[in-house]
Every structure is written in C-alpha cells, then in structure tokens.
C-alpha cells in the first residue's frame, strides 16, 4: 500500500504562484511513476504532469512552461511549482504514484482556486 498527501492548494489571484507538495509513505519502493492530476467542476480528472524514478517528465499542453513538476526521492516527495496561475486552472489537484504493477494510488486532493 502507497499512502500520498497533498498540500498546499488555496486561493491566488490570476498571475499568481502556487507549490503543491505531495508526501508518500508505505511501500515507496514500489513506486514507479508519480504525477498531478485534476479536476474541475463537471469536468473529468486530466492528467496535469507526470515524473518517472529518473526523472523523465511530461506535461499537459495547457500547462507548459508554467508549471514544473519535481521529485525528492530520498525524502520521498513530489511537488507542483505553478506559476502564471490563470483561472482555467481552478480544480481540486490530486497526487497520483502508480507502481511497477500498474497499481493506481491517490491523494484525497487540495483545491486550487485562481480568482480576482
């Protein structure tokens, strides 16, 4: 079992910056891959930015060049540097670790708002 817990979130005025911060525990070893997700209202959860145990990254169109996904593997970590926040990036944000055997874990969310 993989236990993750966001943190955070909260309100930013548009242009503004947030760092989510994601811990992990439990079996860290198993991890493979860990990523951000998340979702708006009456929209579906969509992948924001994704790292690998090396350090491969990839990152959702919308959001490149703003934000900067990083991990701390020895302090078993992952984070989310948004910067330029707009309002179309209003969502609750999940941190996502998905295992060698394709096991899917989850946070329970932190919610992002982008508003004037």
């Known amino acids: 079992q993989v236990q993750l817990v966001e943190s955070g979130g909260g309100l930013v005025q548009p242009g503004g910056s947030l760092r989510l911060s994601c811990a992990a525990s439990?079996?860290?070893?198993?991890?493979?891959?860990m990523g951000w997700y998340r979702q708006a209202p009456g929209k579906q959860r969509e992948l924001v930015a994704i790292?690998?145990?090396?350090?491969?990254?990839n990152y959702v169109d919308s959001v490149k060049g703003r934000f900067t996904i990083s991990r701390d593997n020895p302090n078993n970590t992952m984070s989310l540097q948004m910067n330029s926040l707009k309002p179309e990036d209003t969502a609750v944000y999940y941190c996502?670790?998905?295992?060698?055997?394709?096991?899917?874990?989850w946070g329970q969310g932190t919610q992002v708002t982008v508003s004037s």
């Open positions: 996502n670790a998905k295992t060698y055997s394709s096991l899917n874990y």
């Open positions: 790292i690998t145990n090396g350090g491969t990254t």
């Open positions: 439990g079996s860290i070893f198993r991890i493979n891959v």
